[in-house]
């Protein structure tokens, strides 16, 4: 009897090891956890969603309220290889572009139901009484709408933009929030000792990607990515970049995939 129960431990032991889902627990200590971000809600977040379950990666999306859906429209500026299309600004030519539209509120938590979500609301950067206000009454809306609409009591903040002041920190740390994204990336690890001025490692699309990612490996620590779902437009080819790093990390013994919000 001992050696039959010693045999089926084996034999557990081994099924363990070869389960994917439970890698990062059974192999050792995870050497890097990796968090994600995307932001403004639009549209081909549809898509990028399914590509998330199939690597099963987590991700926040940093949302912006809205009631009804808007049209807007990205553009390769350039030709050539991973090339993302960009924003435009007034005086750029539509035509050719990429239509998309920004979600509205009302279908967001069916859409992103099983990920974090994040307030990505524009505030008031002044100092005057009525800018404080507005700033704080602006995000005690969009927080208690994230904690009833989707059912998440603990919620972060992206600037937009990646533009922000003390008075604008202070404000989203009084309303509550867990943590405060900008768009400056900094070093390869990710410093968790200023919540509210969090800066990522890197844009998803940066050419020093996988050389970070491997740093924070070797350092031990938390490899932040961020960026906009729309950048990727309708190319395949950029679908599939995407695809392969979600593929490379799901595959990586030594990494975790982690909610931001859980980082705090």
């Not at 001992?2 to 050497?31: E, H």
């Not at 572009?97 to 979600?103: I, M």
Request: charged residues 30%.
């Amino acid at each position: 009897m001992k050696k039959l129960i010693l045999i089926i431990g084996v034999l557990f032991i081994g099924l363990a090891c070869g389960n994917r889902s439970g890698k990062n627990k059974i192999s050792g200590k995870v050497k890097v956890k990796v968090v994600q971000c995307w932001d403004d809600s639009p549209t081909t977040d549809i898509p990028l969603i399914a590509l998330l379950k199939k690597y099963d990666a987590k991700a926040t999306f940093n949302i912006i309220p809205m009631k009804t859906r808007r049209e807007s429209v990205v553009k390769k500026k350039k030709s050539g290889e991973h090339v993302l299309f960009s924003f435009l600004s007034k005086e750029d030519s539509r035509e050719g572009g990429f239509r998309y539209e920004h979600l509205a509120s009302s279908e967001m938590p069916e859409i992103y139901k099983g990920f974090k979500v994040a307030a990505h609301c524009g505030i008031p950067l002044g100092d005057t009484p009525e800018d404080s206000a507005k700033r704080m009454e602006i995000l005690q809306e969009t927080k208690a709408m994230i904690r009833d609409e989707f059912m998440q009591e603990k919620c972060g903040f992206v600037y937009p933009g990646g533009n922000y002041n003390e008075a604008a920190k202070e404000a989203v740390e009084k309303a509550g929030y867990m943590y405060a994204r900008s768009s400056k990336s900094k070093q390869p690890i990710v410093n968790l000792g200023e919540p509210f001025e969090l800066r990522p490692s890197c844009h998803w699309a940066s050419p020093d990607f996988w050389e970070k990612y491997e740093e924070a490996k070797i350092k031990g620590g938390i490899f932040y990515f961020w960026g906009h779902s729309v950048e990727l437009g309708d190319d395949p080819q950029l679908w599939e970049w995407l695809g392969s790093i979600y593929k490379r990390i799901s595959e990586d013994p030594d990494a975790e995939w982690v909610d931001v919000v859980d980082l705090f």
